[in-house]
């Protein structure tokens, strides 16, 4: 057994039975990104000496004979736009390269707090914008199952380290897709949360309306674990819920039988690889065989949500973004007056996607432009969260595809932008809504995984992991993941 290898709750298990120590576990899990690096690159900085201590003081606590938390002494990756303090937090960008965050995110703070063994920071497309992890500063990362093939984006770096080992579980952000598309190229569960589920504090900010912090993990068990521990309200977030949080590993029942599973046509239309739809049809009608009640529903604004979502998503980035001029932290080339600083510190700083972004939301912001495009993408907004308003009168669930098609080659979209846009148009629909998200590995198709997505209302993430629990328990899961 390489216990590299093993899910969070197996993992957990051996560790609370003493039959492995989180040292071993550590260790093995180091190894294997020792081994797997040179073609994966998943990660931008390993804290491999760190990770080592943090486990040791947990061996020091089983062997005082306290009873641990789930994922006490559990090696976890962490996107690289999550706040590490001490910890070099770049967002993939030349802007941020030596950016040491003088505090922890939240998140960040809580999985500490469960004893969970931080291995370090994962690459991810500049400042989360992109669908591939190739619009790193750095380097791009290689999907696990064919390394000439991207691992989606924009966590790709989390969703690889789990899929090769590399780490048991991971956090990703998600603001139009970046949780669930890498989950499904990559063969792993992914989860969008509600909006406002998970505390945003020290999450470098994207699209502040859209973004969401969720767990990337082998198994739905697992989701439901690492979700447990990071979700609730802070006070340092005031968009976060007040809501209380379950004990998510008890929503997995099994039992579906009670529920009503809605099919959107508008996710099976033009565009997507037709083998990719069946296997989605193929797995939702075994979700019927296992007792819900199935049947098609339209969401008839669904084709506005890709063009609202590529207005809103920069427009809130170059607000957000304004902040890196070289004056409190990360990059500064000095220029002659402090305007002349502030342009070169950008040029240099930012990627040429990130720029794009930033000239498109600044367009889209400024004075007579505004109504006709902000504005109004706010309102289509409204449209499509009243589809899901509608659809959730009579389903509990919707099943859709996660993308158009598997992993593409390296390099086939980085020339295009909406080839590389037209990616996320099953995925940005949820975070528009503010929905929670789902996707389980369902299929291989050209031997690549496909994953089948879950939406539910606003707090349904207990139904979405019930459904995925029984979805991948009923077939042989292990077969769609990499060993
Ligand atoms: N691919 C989408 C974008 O580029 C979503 C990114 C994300 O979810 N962070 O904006």
New binding site residues.
């Given amino acids: 057994m390489n216990l590299a290898e093993l899910t969070v709750h197996e993992a957990g298990d051996l560790l609370r039975r003493r039959e492995i120590s989180a040292v071993e576990l550590t260790e093995a899990v180091l190894a294997r990104i020792h081994e797997r690096e040179p073609t994966i690159r998943a990660y931008i900085t390993v804290t491999a000496e760190e990770a080592r201590q943090q486990a040791a003081a947990i061996d020091a606590r089983l062997s005082a004979g306290e009873d641990l938390p789930p994922l006490a002494g559990i090696p976890i990756a962490l996107k690289d736009n999550l706040c590490t303090r001490g910890i070099r937090t770049t967002c993939a960008s030349r802007i941020l390269a030596d950016f040491r965050p003088p505090y922890d995110a939240t998140v960040v703070e809580r999985l500490r707090a469960a004893g969970a063994v931080i291995l370090g920071k994962t690459n ?2 500049e400042f ?4 591939s992890t190739e619009f790193s500063a750095f380097h791009p990362t290689a999907n696990p199952w064919d390394p000439t093939r991207v691992p989606g ?3 790709g770096g989390s969703a690889a380290a789990v899929a090769a080992g590399e780490a048991l579980a991971a956090l990703g ?7 669930r ?1 890498p989950a499904s190229f990559c063969g792993v569960v992914g989860l969008k949360p509600t909006y406002g589920r998970v505390s945003r504090y020290g999450l470098v900010a ?2 502040s309306s ?2 969401q912090i969720g767990p990337l993990t082998r198994d739905v068990t697992d989701a439901a674990l690492v979700l447990s521990v990071i979700a609730g309200h802070d006070p340092n977030d005031s968009t976060s819920l007040p809501w209380p949080v379950p004990d998510y590993r008890r929503a997995l029942t099994g039992e579906i039988a009670d529920l009503r599973v809605g099919v959107p046509i508008e996710y099976f239309g033009e565009g997507i690889d037709p083998l990719v739809a069946e296997a989605v049809r193929r797995a939702i009608r075994r979700i019927g065989d296992l007792g819900a009640a199935v049947d098609e529903v339209s969401l008839p604004n669904t084709p506005y949500a890709l063009p609202a ?2 207005v809103v ?2 427009a809130e ?1 170059s607000a957000n973004l304004a902040r890196y001029d070289g004056v409190k932290y990360g990059l500064r080339v000095e220029g002659a007056d402090i305007w002349e600083t502030f342009d070169r510190t950008r040029e240099v700083g930012f990627g040429p ?1 990130v720029k794009r ?1 930033i000239m498109i939301g600044t367009y889209t912001l400024s004075a007579g432009y505004y109504e006709a495009y902000y504005l109004k993408a706010q309102k289509v907004r409204t449209l499509i969260k009243q589809d899901f308003d509608r659809a959730f009168e009579r389903f509990d669930v919707l099943a859709v595809p996660t993308a158009p098609t598997v992993a593409f080659p390296i390099g086939a979209r980085v020339e295009d932008p909406v080839a ?2 037209l ?2 148009v099953f ?2 629909t949820v ?1 528009v809504a503010g929905l929670p998200g789902l996707v389980v590995p369902c299929a291989l198709v050209h031997g690549l995984p496909v994953g089948l997505q879950l939406l539910g209302p606003p707090g349904s993430e207990e139904t979405l992991l019930r459904v995925g629990y029984a979805f991948e328990q009923s077939g042989d899961w292990k077969a769609v993941r990499l060993p």
């Fill in positions: 991810m497309d989360a914008m992109g669908s984006g924009s966590s952000s998600d603001t139009g897709g970046s949780i598309l994207f699209g859209l973004d979502y590529y998503a920069p980035a996607e972004r590389m846009y990616t996320d995925t940005v975070n």
